[in-house]
């Protein structure tokens, strides 16, 4: 050790039990010596505690230490540093990382703090490496907005996990995080469909990756009459039967209908069978039947959220309250009438326009809009998927590190091409 490295930590041994500023200095400096940042992992003032947690030289040995931490900023400083962390690791180190600090995530993961579980839980969402315990822990939160992106998206929950959660969760919303899983089983989608937890359902139709058997998809239908909210989704439905086809005719609106018409998987004998299904629905209709009406009224699939979601919508944009996250727990809960109203405040774009652009399924659209709202893109896939029907396969994805896929010209003229 040269003289000027030596005077540099006698130095910092000096800070170290020195004034509270020249704590906290020491402490955010990523020169810091890891033994003296150790050391002041036990500080007894917050602020130097809270530089210690954000501070990405800390030794991990200190983690645990901070995740039982009395302040809860600095937890939360702890929890953030893991998520941001998380993305530059590789794979064998991040494996490293939560093998040293499994006991402090487990400790995170209990924190009375829901936004300190909620951080925690975004960032082993899609984990492989995470520590099966703690995302199982997760899994079963009460809040959704823990729980809901696991149940989602991770990769360790397995059937005998997820069909416990269906059966013991009271958290709305759960069974609709579930739903929108990649691949899931017929054996979950049974227990989803027997909850007759409606939204639940409608994104599990709306899941191309999600395996229902015809006996389960006639039980929908049966039902389904009572529900408009699962009618688009049911006429979306890949590969249904000619038997489900003629069904589902009977039971959606008029222009629902059109849509099922023009299915191009169809074949001779459907299609003829269907045409006479519009014939008479068409007579119908001219007679002014109860029947249709009531179908008429049941167009768009969001139209039976309640009108509450669009004059809470209205009060958060004006309390400058409006943000991604609440658009994004809105969506979680299933109120899509919430998010189509947030995104017509934040774009400035007529709620009309947007429903015309999402009946056309076109995810460039819907990207397009959240960019003029100024959110992400995570968000935009959320919104593809489950406010504009589009399949998971057919979703426009961000490129590296979050960036829009289309430019900025073809996103103006999306929004230009929307508003007319």
């Known amino acids: ?25 020491l402490a955010a400096d990523p020169e810091t010596r890891p033994e003296i940042l150790y050391f002041l992992a036990e500080d007894e003032a917050a602020e130097v505690r809270r530089e ?35 993305p530059t690791l590789s794979v064998e180190e991040r494996a490293g990382v939560y093998e040293q600090i ?8 209990r924190d009375q703090l829901a936004h300190v579980r909620q951080v ?9 490496e995470a520590p099966i315990e703690v995302v199982r822990r997760l899994a079963h939160d009460e809040e959704l907005s823990v729980c809901g992106p696991v149940l989602e998206y991770s990769p360790l929950l397995s059937d005998e996990d997820l069909l416990e959660i269906v059966a013991c969760t009271t958290t709305a919303g759960a069974h609709a995080a579930i739903s929108r899983r990649h ?63 003629l069904r589902i005719a009977e039971i959606v609106a008029d222009k629902l209908l059109e849509e099922l018409n023009g ?28 029947a249709s009406n009531g179908r008429q009224l049941a167009d768009p699939d969001w139209a039976e959220s309640s009108s509450d979601s669009k004059v809470s919508a209205e009060e958060l944009f004006r309390t400058g309250k409006l943000t991604e996250g609440s658009i994004a727990d809105a969506l979680l809960s299933g109120d899509k009438r919430f998010a189509m109203s947030a995104l017509s405040l934040t774009t400035g774009v007529a709620e009309a326009d947007i429903a015309s652009m999402l009946s056309s399924h076109n995810p460039k659209g819907i990207v397009a809009l959240v960019w003029k709202a100024k959110f992400s893109m995570d968000l935009a896939v959320r919104l593809q998927m489950q406010l504009g029907g589009i399949p998971p396969g057919k979703t426009l994805r961000g490129r590296s590190r979050g960036g829009y896929p289309l430019s900025v010209e073809e996103m103006e003229w999306q929004i230009e091409f929307m508003t007319g």
């Open 120 to 128: 925690l839980a975004t960032a082993l969402k899609d984990l492989v």
């Open 183 to 245: 691949q899931v089983s017929s054996t979950v989608s049974d227990a989803i469909v027997r909850t007759g937890d409606t939204d639940a359902i409608a994104d599990l139709l709306a899941n191309n990756s999600a395996q229902i058997r015809e006996e389960t998809l006639d039980h929908i239908i049966d039902q389904a009459s009572q529900k408009p909210r699962l009618h688009a989704p049911l006429v979306r439905r890949p590969k249904l039967s000619s038997k489900a086809v």
């Open 52 to 86: 210690i947690a954000r501070n990405d030289k800390t030794p991990l040995q200190a983690t645990r230490m901070l995740a039982t931490d009395r302040d809860e900023d600095v937890r939360l400083a702890l929890v953030e540093k893991l998520a941001r962390l998380t």
């Open 263 to 290: 299915r191009l998987d169809l074949d001779q004998a459907t299609q003829t069978a269907l045409a006479n299904v519009v014939q008479t629905r068409l007579r119908d209709d001219s007679e002014q039947s109860p």
């Open 1 to 25: 050790m040269s003289g000027a490295d030596r005077i540099g930590y006698e130095e910092a041994k000096r800070q170290a039990r020195g004034t509270p500023d020249e704590r906290r200095r």
């Open 102 to 109: 499994e006991g402090a995530l487990e400790t995170l993961a």
